[in-house]
């Protein structure tokens, strides 16, 4: 496996407008083995999870599941496609679809920050 998401933290970097996630909200992933798991909260998420499977590329298959502010509970699916940055910091490449609500679809990009 080329890729090690675990105790890698995201934020936002940019969202289709249709999407819910922005600048505010932050992922903490983990790894084990080719599983891939995250929480997310912040902005307009009160809470988040998702739960992925990582391919010999290090790209994510996931399924998510947040609440919002409005105190909806949201689902979809995402397809995350990594970009290794200069600095070793990884950049997810998103297309994402709603499983719930209107059904549409969306990109986005996060990017890991270090603290």
């Known amino acids: 496996m080329s890729i090690n998401y675990d105790q890698r933290r995201f934020v936002s970097l940019s969202n289709s407008e249709n999407g819910e996630v922005g600048a505010e909200t932050v992922f903490q992933y983990r790894q084990e083995g080719d599983v891939v798991w995250a929480t997310y909260c912040g902005g307009s998420i009160v809470f988040g999870t998702l ?10 298959d996931m399924r998510y599941q947040h609440v919002n502010a409005a105190g909806e509970l949201m689902t979809g699916i995402c397809h995350s496609t990594p970009e290794t940055l200069p600095d070793g910091c990884l950049r997810l490449h998103e297309r994402w679809q709603w499983t719930s609500g209107d059904g549409s679809r969306g990109v986005s990009v996060i990017e890991e920050i270090r603290s």
């Open 51 to 60: 739960i992925a499977k990582t391919d010999d590329a290090g790209c994510l």
